[in-house]
């Protein structure tokens, strides 16, 4: 199938086929006819003979090539799939400017594995300027030199001066430079600093200050809340147990700052809390920790895109049970990622409170635009986890009692990240609602709030049974420092944490190739290693974490 454009106009992404349209189940391949910042010429009418073809052909933007038999049913059935995925304004009226974009890297990341991003930023026609640490990426003739435009050696080691030292090192750079971001939250305040030395775009450090904070956060969404408190050693910890006001349990401990689950633990009694917090305090270099209720409410990751103020996007995940929440003994268990699921099943007013909740607590933290991975509980659900007869996971089911009138639902906010959703969690948002937070990252940075809007836009729902259900599965596998070194032969051992496997030795990709039935419904899919120390584990050892993103067109069963 080829699509031509009904009206004239300049496409806002060279290749909006390669991430609407790829992963439909009824589609083989795409193939974009594209140039960045190109113009789409109109053809108007059916062709009738070869000439009629032949124009019709030229004026072609892009082509699908689908499974399906060629048939009058099948064909409607795709322009329904192309319509579905294809909603958004990709056209301008008006020329797209070039920009570009500087991202800074806290480290070495694989190319191989992330270079779907770099695409993406072709796409869009921003060139990418890469600000990091080291020299590797500085070869321009490498076989990835071409998809970024410079690379900066900068020194990033934290401190008070780093916002002023990363300032310094684009004030040099021979080109104008429209927009700074950073993935990474240590990152996120001095980058905020740079921008604004730099007049760019940026929400400013403030936010990103209580937002990098649990319990700055915390402070601000329940400041005379008696249900939280820190500490910052195990002799401060004794006082609180022994005063008058008794901790309630189960509670969670965590570091004030922290990735993922590095460091967060339950505690059911006080014997569980001291070793929660000498652990939390381990693992983040003494940092003090806050300890708040554990809620056993079903947890959602919420995902949102702000502008002016404006909720443009919004989307509610369902989040597995965890190690954590099942043990019967909660000591070292973590509450790292197991399964996420698109759509979310819990019922549409608790997504509805969900959003509404986070989004006041976005802006009360003081943002007004930007992506937002936020994660939250359910206090008082209608559902809970169960374990079905013969399933191999827990999945949501209504409750056997029903909630009482008194017990309104309550939104209990873990964390709002002022960034986009990690790799394999935005994968799963972009096949399940055409969502691509990472091109709407690059567009908010650089200030192209137009492209901006239309990017915001997901698909349109199906009213013939064409959604389907998108997993995020994490498994985590013990491995040994000596069974990964050669993965990173010139990568410091201090320094290999939460890093990239180059997808060229992810054994997914042998996988596909030697069984293709098991791997058919992965569509996305990649690994990082992890010192286990911060995620409970003992010193010398190390997690192989795998993510595979997998589409359901079935149910929500796996």
Partial sequence: VFQVAKSHGYVIHADPWSFQVANSPLVVRTQ??????????????????????????????????????????????????????????????????????????????????????????????????????????????????????????????????????????????????????????????????????????????????????????????????????????????????????????????????????????????????????????????????????????????????????????????????????????????????????VPCQLPVEEQKAIVETVSKAVILQGFDTGVFHCEARVRNSFMTYRLAHEATIPDLVVKDEPRKTEEKIRIFLHEINARIPGIASSASSLIANGIDFWALQILCAVGDWGRYKALSVPFLSSSEGGGHHVWLTNSLVPITYKGIQPLYPNFPMDRLGHQLVDSSHNPVVELSESHEELTRYVLRHNANVNDGVKYGFNKGDWLWTACLVIRSPISRKL
């Fill in 32 to 341: 974009s006819f594209l140039q960045p910042h190109g113009e789409a010429m109109t053809f108007a009418g059916v062709p009738e003979d070869a000439q009629g073809l032949a124009s019709a052909l030229d004026a072609s933007l892009g082509a699908v090539q689908s499974r399906l038999p060629f048939c009058k049913d099948t064909v409607r059935q795709l322009e329904i799939d192309l319509r579905r995925r294809l909603s958004f304004g990709w056209l301008s009226p008006a020329p797209v400017p070039s920009r570009r974009v500087c991202i800074v890297l806290e480290g070495e990341i694989s190319i191989r594995a992330t270079k779907f991003r770099w695409e993406t930023a072709a796409a869009l026609g921003v060139d990418v300027v890469v600000l990091s640490t080291g020299s590797w990426w500085q070869d321009d003739q490498g076989p990835f030199g071409s998809l970024r435009e410079a690379f900066i050696i900068t020194d990033l080691t934290p401190g008070p001066d780093l916002g002023a030292r990363i300032a310094r090192a684009l004030k040099s750079y021979p080109h104008t430079i429209d927009g700074i971001f950073a993935l990474s939250d240590t990152l996120l305040i001095p980058v905020a600093e740079a921008a604004t030395q730099l007049g760019l775009w940026t929400s400013g450090p403030e936010p990103y200050r209580i937002s990098t904070n649990k319990f700055l956060t915390r402070q601000l969404l329940d400041p005379t809340s008696g249900e939280y408190f820190s500490v910052n050693s195990l002799e401060e910890l004794e006082m609180r147990l022994t005063c008058n006001d008794p901790v309630s349990f189960p509670v969670v401990c965590k570091p004030f700052c922290g990735i993922g689950s590095e460091g967060v633990y339950r505690a059911d009694n006080p014997t569980q809390l001291r070793h929660a917090v000498s652990q939390c305090i381990a693992s983040k270099n003494h940092e003090s920790c806050l300890i708040e209720p554990y809620v056993d409410g079903p947890e959602v990751d919420c995902n949102l895109v702000f502008m002016d103020g404006h909720l443009l996007y919004s989307e509610v995940v369902d989040y597995f049970p965890c190690d954590a929440d099942v043990a019967e003994d909660a000591t070292d268990k973590l509450f790292a990622e197991t399964e996420a699921v």
